[in-house]
């Protein structure tokens, strides 16, 4: 999913070493829980720096929440490299495909409005969709569209490698994606696609009069209560913010991509936040209930929205933009230097955010996995957060070489 995927080869052990160490001071733990016990949180601990070090991972983010008692806060690593700077909990991050959490939540509040239904072609709302009279809101919203994906473009691709500070329009998006024929009939299989919520944020826009930032922040991030959440218009990220770090670059070579512009991913993955925001975020996505008792959406609706469906990988369903992953439920995403999950497990009711700040992953499958799967494998054992390879395809493309540059990947948020 990629977001359902990331640290640069470093030159010499030592410089590992120091990014692994720099800010590892442990946050104060609280027990109540047998997840988050002094013993439990030692072994995190542990098994956190040791997968740093054999990756060479810059920076590190976890909290895990237990409603009830018990929680477990940590910053480990580097936050900028050149400077020297500690990771620390409260840095602004960019959080890729956890964007479309946002998006879809918005448009769930205009079916809730009357606006629109999820049976719904897009076509009674947007023109210009190739075969979009028998493409439903609800199948944008599932990634069941059979839409191409505008991210898997290799000509697109090379331009956003050349000049990441590029400012990419939605109808830019659209227009690479429409270049290419359906890959599946509508409804047929579940494929990860950037343009069916890229399409649903021009839908929010177009039912709500509101630009998608200002809607998402007047009827979503403020009612929710989370102040260090946002859209960009382009590569703007609050301070103190969190250093990314990649090989999407000309040469390959590693880069900060902290400046880049996020435009490229808009309603799909473009928005920043912080541990902290992530944390109140996610039982107000998954629960649906606001701080102050009050709701995102209808119940209804909301039961709706976390009703997934066979992705074909083995435990991860989709929903209406939200993923099952072996019981917990979220979201992931992933930019050029940055990484994220978000989910909860009911059955614990237990709050999981991990933030990396590197995407080069050296045949891994995904920093951000790689963390969570080893947070949850001894947090709770029995809910591991465990992708599927197929089901996180490359976040970036390998990087080039002079010789003989491989085709690039796609990097998806």
Same mark, same amino acid.
């Given at each position: 999913? +990629?977001? &359902? ?13 120091? /990014? ?21 949180? @030692? ?11 054999? @990756?060479?991972?810059?920076? =590190?983010?976890? $909290?895990?929440? &237990? ?16 400077? $020297? ?12 495909? =956890?964007?479309?959490? &946002? ?25 210009? =969709? ?7 809101? +609800?199948?944008?919203? @599932? ?14 691709? /090379? ?29 047929? +299989? ?47 990220? *609050? ?8 090989? &999407?670059?000309? $040469?390959?070579? =590693? ?49 709706? +929205? ?5 992705? $074909? ?29 978000? /989910? ?43 992708? *599927? ?18 085709? *690039? ?5």
């Amino acid at each position: 999913m +990629r977001s &359902f995927r990331a640290v640069p080869v470093m030159a010499a052990a030592s410089l590992l070493l120091t /990014a692994l160490c720099a800010g590892q001071a442990p946050a104060a733990v609280s027990s109540g829980r047998a997840g988050v016990d002094p013993a439990t949180a @030692e072994r995190l601990d542990d098994a956190i720096t040791a997968a740093m070090k054999k @990756e060479g991972i810059p920076g =590190v983010g976890v $909290g895990l929440w &237990f409603d009830g008692g018990g929680s477990y806060e940590r910053s480990f690593g580097t936050a900028d490299k050149a400077a $020297g700077t500690p990771m620390k909990a409260d840095l602004y991050t960019r959080i890729g495909s =956890v964007t479309k959490t &946002f998006t879809v939540t918005a448009v769930l509040q205009l079916v809730d409005q009357g606006k629109l239904r999820l049976d719904d072609p897009v076509s009674k709302y947007l023109g210009g =969709v190739p075969g979009g009279d028998r493409i439903t809101i +609800r199948q944008l919203a @599932e990634m069941r569209s059979g839409l191409p994906n505008y991210t898997e473009d290799t000509a697109w691709l /090379a331009e956003l490698r050349a000049d990441p500070a590029r400012s990419w329009s939605p109808q830019q998006l659209l227009a690479t994606a429409f270049r290419h024929p359906a890959t599946s009939p509508p409804g047929t +299989r579940w494929e990860y696609c950037n343009t069916n919520t890229v399409l649903l944020g021009l839908l929010v826009e177009k039912l709500s009069g509101q630009d998608l930032a200002a809607y998402l922040r007047e009827h979503v991030l403020e009612p929710a209560g989370l102040d260090d959440t946002a859209l960009p218009k382009g590569a703007e990220i *609050p301070s103190p913010y969190l250093h990314g770090y990649t090989t &999407f670059s000309p $040469g390959g070579n =590693v880069v900060d991509s902290s400046g880049w512009n996020p435009s490229w991913a808009w309603a799909a993955g473009a928005m920043t936040s912080t541990l902290d925001d992530l944390h109140t975020w996610v039982p107000a996505l998954t629960g649906g209930k606001l701080p102050d008792g009050g709701r995102l959406l209808e119940p209804g609706t909301q039961a709706q +929205r976390v009703r997934t469906l066979p992705t $074909g990988h083995p435990g991860v369903g989709y929903g209406l933009g939200i993923a099952d992953v072996n019981g917990w439920i979220g979201h992931n995403g992933e930019l050029p230097g940055y990484e994220t999950i978000a /989910a909860r497990l009911p059955q614990q009711n237990a709050v999981l955010v991990v933030i990396v700040n590197s995407d080069i992953d050296k045949d891994t499958g995904s920093l951000s996995t790689l963390i969570g799967k080893t947070v949850t494998e001894i947090a709770t054992p029995d809910h591991r957060w465990e992708l *599927p390879a197929a089901a996180q395809p490359e976040a970036t493309p390998p990087p080039a070489t002079p010789t003989a540059p491989p085709p *690039p990947k796609p990097p998806k948020p």
